[in-house]
T-cell receptor, first 113, second 115 residues
Framework: GESVGLHLPTLSVQEGDNSIINCAYSNSASDYFIWYKQESGKGPQFIIDIRSNMDKRQGQRVTVLLNKTVKHLSLQIAATQPGDSAVYFC????????????FGGGTRLMVKP | KAGVTQTPRYLIKTRGQQVTLSCSPI?????VSWYQQTPGQGLQFLFEYFSETQRNKGNFPGRFSGRQFSNSRSEMNVSTLELGDSALYLC??????????????FGNGTRLTVT
């Protein structure tokens, strides 16, 4: 498969455990945030998004937390499964600035069976 | 709905040549964006088109250009290829309008290798 990053930070978790992936964003004007999952040989896949008027948003097995004070975003995955193994990217955007996303460097999640 | 389709999947070119990559967005999506992904620089924004107009442009040289057609399909062109242009080029479409955002949906990319 194609490598999406040779020296990514890696999070290794046991199957069934919860995973927390963190992201620090840079632009205090950013007001829309997205998490993507990228598997080898594929493009980024949308997981969940959150707007700056919210602190928390939940999806199926995933939760995103936003702390605007310290410009920090996290993705929590409940009951991590082997199929969750991938590289995860956070992205930030400024509303009214089109779809110009700024991506973080990514975190590789490895799930041990 | 079919997802974002990019062609070709793989491409090998020689330094100095030019290349054109194609993207068909999700049906009904009017915004198409292009990103370059490399191991060293990560995912970087190239440009975005909305209703055939370039809405935003990233920090790339003029050798990188794009266009969007009336059916929202988009192409990007890279002229005078350099070795450093080797990358995965990703196209993404969005149903967002002029003043609001919605998630970008990415294709699986075109892997360009410049030799």
């Amino acid at each position: 498969g194609e490598s999406v990053g040779l020296h990514l930070p890696t999070l290794s978790v046991q199957e069934g455990d919860n995973s927390i992936i963190n992201c620090a964003y840079s632009n205090s004007a950013s007001d829309y945030f997205i998490w993507y999952k990228q598997e080898s040989g594929k493009g980024p896949q949308f997981i969940i998004d959150i707007r700056s008027n919210m602190d928390k948003r939940q999806g199926q097995r995933v939760t995103v937390l936003l702390n605007k004070t310290v410009k920090h975003l996290s993705l929590q995955i409940a009951a991590t499964q082997p199929g969750d193994s991938a590289v995860y990217f956070c992205a930030e955007n400024v509303i009214n600035a089109g779809n110009m996303l700024t991506f973080g460097g990514g975190t590789r999640l490895m799930v041990k069976p | 709905k079919a997802g974002v389709t990019q062609t070709p999947r793989y491409l090998i070119k020689t330094r100095g040549q030019q290349v054109t990559l194609s993207c068909s967005p999700i049906s009904g999506h009017r915004s198409v964006s292009w990103y370059q992904q490399t191991p060293g620089q990560g995912l970087q924004f190239l440009f975005e088109y909305f209703s055939e107009t370039q809405r935003n442009k990233g920090n790339f040289p003029g050798r990188f250009s794009g266009r969007q057609f009336s059916n929202s399909r988009s192409e990007m062109n890279v002229s005078t290829l350099e070795l450093g242009d080797s990358a995965l080029y990703l196209c993404a479409s969005s149903g967002a309008g002029q003043l609001y955002n919605s998630p970008l949906h990415f294709g699986n990319g075109t892997r360009l290798t410049v030799t």
